[in-house]
């Protein structure tokens, strides 16, 4: 199997503009992402892909691999989709700018998830982390996730999901992180459906898989580390990484 790492880019961003290109202990968040996604060597090769010159040119100038993408998206998928329709892979992984504390253990689990799926019935996987905290799990910024008991994801929402009418009923939630393996197969497909109405109401890529008979399965780390989403949480990745 070939397999890549793809990293959609956009230096506009609604919560926190330009913030792939802010400091984050002396390099920027999405340099400090790409080499982390190289650091894992899973991969047989690892790109940005971007509508920004500046973003390209900060890859390039510092020897990393980056393809600006021809035309606006609406998602990170549908810019992968355009990036890879030619390619020659099997399995590309979509690792969001933001994620700079990218780690190994975590997307070797999402990738053995492809090795234990011979007759190729899994369209993507992705990753979960619990949640404890109730402002976390109220926070519409936080994408929660729900699993069937073989963690088949059922549904993604910004809200809290199961509703907690029953608050000890010993219920866990889950964190998406927005780490995603596709099949080509599958991410093309996402490129050629239309967004449906689940996914314009909540925002959330992935949704349109499931609206349209995907199968995604979840798999359960351990690792939180920081998404950057804002000058907050900018602020707490300074301190992790120092």
Not at 5 to 15: F, K, L
Not at 24 to 35: N, P, Q, S
Not at 83 to 102: K, M, R, S, W
Request: proline share 4%.
């Amino acid at each position: 199997m070939k397999i890549i790492s793809m990293i959609p880019a956009r230096y506009a961003a609604s919560r926190f503009p330009g913030k792939l290109m802010q400091n984050l202990a002396g390099k920027t968040v999405i340099l400090r992402t790409y080499e982390a996604t190289v650091a894992t060597s899973l991969f047989d090769d690892v790109y940005v892909v971007t509508d920004s010159d500046v973003i390209f040119n900060e890859i390039v100038n510092n020897g990393g691999k980056a393809i600006m993408s021809k035309s606006e998206h609406q998602s990170g998928s549908d810019r992968i989709a355009e990036a890879v329709e030619n390619l020659d892979v099997d399995i590309v992984v979509n690792v969001q700018g933001d994620e700079p504390f990218t780690e190994r253990d975590s997307l070797s689990k999402v990738l053995n998830v492809f090795n234990d799926d011979p007759n190729k019935n899994i369209d993507l996987a992705s990753l979960m982390v619990q949640i404890h905290d109730w402002d976390e799990i109220t926070n519409p910024n936080t994408v929660k996730v729900i699993v069937d008991q073989n963690d088949f994801a059922l549904y993604f929402s910004r809200s809290p999901i199961p509703y907690p009418r029953d608050k000890v009923s010993g219920t866990r939630y889950f964190k998406h992180k927005g780490i995603y393996a596709f099949r080509k197969e599958a991410l093309l497909d996402f490129f050629k459906l239309p967004m449906q109405s689940l996914e314009a109401t909540e925002k959330i890529e992935c949704i349109r898989y499931l609206e349209y008979g995907k199968k995604i399965k979840m798999v359960e780390t351990q690792v939180e580390g920081v998404e950057i989403d804002t000058p907050e949480d900018l602020e707490r990745a300074i301190k992790l990484w120092k």
